[in-house]
């Protein structure tokens, strides 16, 4: 799990950095054409394309990696609990410094390259300049922009906002998913025993706890509703690496690892079950003032069905027998099959296992 979250966090750096290169080509390329009026005597103005280029990239590079790392620092649980506007405002806030670091960096560079140092009043008097105060207004600009693109991202989530931008599902069109139903055990129980304030803090503090599994198993979060969670995978997707059991199991090893923090709270540890199966769905964007993904088919049905079956059969978590003959041969599961199952609503028996991992 560690080099999972060590290959996320580089691709998610190279993303920044990527965005920020951009940007500062961009801010350049205006500079240049004489949209904006030349202010100072910038040792910048002077040098050749290419040593422009090198502070550019160099410039671009820098800006990805600090704020890159202000948006990890940022995504932590503690601020999350906050709104947009607020976290939006603190990272503007911390921007204030970067940039005054990557401005004197760029100043520095270029009075490296032409080899005339400046003294400490003429990098003050940059500093003060308009060029400069353009160049940290369109940081900011940048930065806000990206912060907020992914905030959405993430009210969405993973792959949802890009599916939309592109028009991908515009038209209802019919894909192989993987579809699972994730629910507390017990929630009744539980939330009379802690009162609807408190249950609903401990499902937050839950499903805030899913996000790192998300992000291992390439989950796409179809629904919250309620205490359950609908994870759906395209079938490749699903089916690479058994993604869409491991998630489970992986998911419960984590609130196991946090057996401390919940009892502490809650004077529980919390336990899900869950239900998987597959099959065709029809994927449409619904809704003109709200809109989202939708997914419309038997399957949906048939793995909630699965999932409420968990209790009577004393399992975790069941799948049906479509997804058992899909999954990849592994030998940290083991299954054992409850033969088959009418369930409620369904005209056809659908065959069921219980998966564990050894």
Known sequence: MR????QSIFFFYLKIIIAWVLATILFSFIRNFG????????PIISLEKEDLLFIILTVGTLSGI????????????????HSYGRIILWKLMVSFFVVKIIMATAIAMASSILN????????ILILRSKVYWVFFTYFLIVAGSISFVRMVSQKFGPGILWNMFIGRYRNPREELRVFMFLDLKSSTTIAEKLGHIKFSRLIQNCFADLTPVINKHKVEIYQYVGDEAVLSWPLEKGLDNNHCIHCYFDYMDL??????????????????????????????????IKREIAYHGDVLNTTARIQSQCNALNQHLLVSEQLLEYLQP????QHKSFGEELLKGKEKTVTIFGVSRV
């Open 35 to 42: 949209t904006i009026p030349e202010a100072t005597n910038s």
């Open 255 to 288: 609130l196991a690892s946090r057996a401390d923090h919940y009892q502490e709270a809650y004077g529980l540890q919390p336990f899900f079950k869950a239900g998987v199966h597959v099959g065709a769905v029809i994927v449409a964007e619904v809704g003109l």
């Open 3 to 6: 080099n999972d979250r060590l």
């Open 330 to 333: 592994d030998k940290q599961l």
């Open 116 to 123: 005339t140092w400046l003294e400490p009043k003429e990098v």
């Open 66 to 81: 600090f704020y890159g790392s202000i948006e990890l620092i940022f995504d932590r649980p503690y601020f999350q609990r």
